[in-house]
């Protein structure tokens, strides 16, 4: 009887082989076969390694190979490099690569190299924000910048001397993030981006891995980043926000008890934007490998800062690689890493991981397709100048701003809890903290509103109402201004109750009071629909 089942099952197999070929061919039979071995166990490891081999010695091979195939790991320098070294550097790097200028590339540049250019170029001058570093950091920051500002690193075979520079800048951030030699990442164009790739990696993951699960679940803090929110939107899943304690610290408790069997991923931030916390990263991390789960780490803000104030004796919870649960973290490079707009990292723990972030397509008549961010043409002006800041500040730079910045930092909290009636929100771990009323009597977004009227820029939170402060650069100037206008406009919001119920401190108070969110999310569409229009 098992002898007849056996004929039966053979005979079914090789009439599904013949009807594949009658009906797709000699080509769709070797693909539905080539299926069939790949699931033979063992066998995708050996195709593997066999790919693997390929990949490395092609790219060995090619005009964008060096070295002696081995992986490298480069750190931030002790010290900044001078700047006509770097400048020195970077020309013997585009000697190497065919300028477009000569007419033999066809595709990746449109560029008029005229009065058009130079005219983009005062543009950009005009526009880039003063880092306030030195002129010479300033001055080579943009230089790097304008050097590349018409090429572009979507194909690596093109511009050889961006790949190199994007991997010497993701290579100095894993090191700086105590990764290690299997640490790698991709660039890309900012904290936004490289959440979604973060978010679109693990659900790659979770569907090859655990394709049962049908309706995948993040579980993060209420303190997340909206990003995150908008990337589970984006890529088809479900998000769980889960309370925040008392200290507006992740309740890891809490989060555990969010877990469920379609959870894929955890996330968490150091430190979350709304307060300058940090997250128990640790505990996460514990909780993501006692669950199996991959555990990404939102730094996009504190990622360039955090590292530093850690080496000055600040007390910085444990927060990066060292945490072993940590799978991934995002980082960006144009906020404390002092360079153009529009350069993030997204960094995992192992290539292996990073592999799910990229996307292939094959069978397009243009030729071979790949990409490893959201974006096709990805600006080479962002990852040289990237480069640029860091091999010039090197981590004695890095080490002196962050010392100037919390200064400041200490400074305005001090200065704020002197003044009657405000206080700092939880206890902020590095250069940003947020305002909020410690007394009925002070609206803290009314004292906004009457800020607002003496020149500032006011970040209003809520869940609790508050004020948002990164401390910058340029805030050396302006820090005593701050508190002497905070202290008037309280006193104003004091002897003026009627200042709560206008301005925006009216319309926040009447957006809490609408218990469907979808209106107020309604609303904020109709807003952005508006502001963009032209009249």
């Known amino acids: 009887m098992l002898l007849l089942i056996e004929h039966l099952l053979l005979s079914f197999f090789i009439a599904s082989l013949i009807g594949v070929y009658i009906r797709g061919g000699l080509r769709e039979l070797l693909r539905v076969v080539l299926i069939g071995v790949k699931n033979i166990p063992g066998v995708t490891d050996v195709l593997a390694y066999v790919l693997r081999n390929e990949a490395v010695k092609f790219v060995h091979q090619s ?18 490099v001078p700047s006509d070294e770097l400048l020195r550097k970077m020309r013997e790097m585009k000697e190497k690569e065919l300028d477009h200028e000569e007419g033999k590339i ?49 194909n690596p075979m093109i511009y050889p001397c961006l790949r190199q520079m994007e991997t010497e800048v993701i290579s100095m951030t894993s090191s700086m993030l105590n990764g290690d030699n299997e640490t790698t990442g991709f660039l890309t164009s900012g904290g936004t981006e490289s959440v979604l790739m973060a978010v679109k990696t693990y659900r790659d993951r979770a569907r090859k891995l655990y394709p049962h699960i049908l309706c995948p679940e993040i579980v993060c ?101 060292r945490c072993p649960g940590v799978t991934s973290i995002s980082a960006d490079l144009h906020k404390y890493g002092y360079c153009v707009k529009g350069a993030s990292a997204i960094v995992y723990r192992n290539s292996e991981l990073r592999k799910y972030q990229i996307f292939t397509y094959s069978e397009w008549p243009g030729g071979l397709y790949g990409s490893p961010s959201m974006a096709g043409t990805r600006p080479g002006a962002n990852i040289a100048s990237a480069w640029a800041s860091l091999q010039c ?35 902020p771990h590095m250069t940003c903290f947020a305002i909020t009323s410690n007394t009925p009597d002070v609206n803290i977004l009314a004292v906004a509103d009457v800020m607002e009227t003496k020149g500032w820029k006011m970040e209003r939170q809520q869940n609790p109402d508050c004020v948002h402060c990164s401390i910058l650069p340029h805030h050396k100037h302006s820090a005593s201004a701050l508190l002497t206008d905070l202290a008037l406009s309280v006193d104003q919001v004091k002897s003026n ?22 209106i107020i999310n309604d609303f904020i569409t109709e807003f952005f629909s508006e502001v963009y229009t032209l009249k």
């Open 106 to 154: 066809f595709a990746y540049s449109y560029t008029l190299n005229d009065d058009h250019y130079a005219i983009q170029k005062d543009v950009f001058n005009m526009f880039t924000e003063k880092l306030e570093f030195s002129e010479d950091h300033e001055k080579l920051v943009r230089e790097f910048h304008l050097a590349f500002l018409h090429e572009n690193a979507l």
């Open 497 to 518: 109750k009627s200042l709560s119920k206008t301005g925006t401190a009216g319309i926040y108070g009447m957006m809490a009071a609408i218990p469907d969110k979808a």
């Open 221 to 321: 803090p209420m303190t997340q980043h909206p990003v995150m929110a908008k990337a589970a939107h984006y890529f088809g899943l479900t998000i769980k926000h889960v309370p925040v304690g008392p200290d507006y610290k992740a309740d890891v408790r809490k989060m555990e008890q969010m877990i469920s069997p379609n959870t894929i991923l955890l996330t968490c931030s150091a430190p979350q934007f709304c307060h300058g916390i940090v997250d128990p990263v640790d505990e996460l991390s514990t909780l993501a490998m006692k669950y199996g789960l991959p555990l990404h780490v939102d730094a996009c803000f504190g990622g360039f800062m955090l590292p530093w104030i850690e080496k000055l004796g600040y007390p910085v919870p444990k927060w990066d690689f």
């Open 393 to 427: 500040l090197g981590q004695e730079g890095f080490l002196e701003k962050a010392k100037d910045l919390m200064d400041i930092t200490n400074m305005l909290k001090d200065g704020v809890h002197k003044i009657d009636g405000l206080t700092i929100v939880g206890q």
């Open 63 to 80: 005009s964008i190979g060096g070295g002696n195939g081995q992986r490298l790991k480069i750190t931030i320098p002790e010290k900044g």
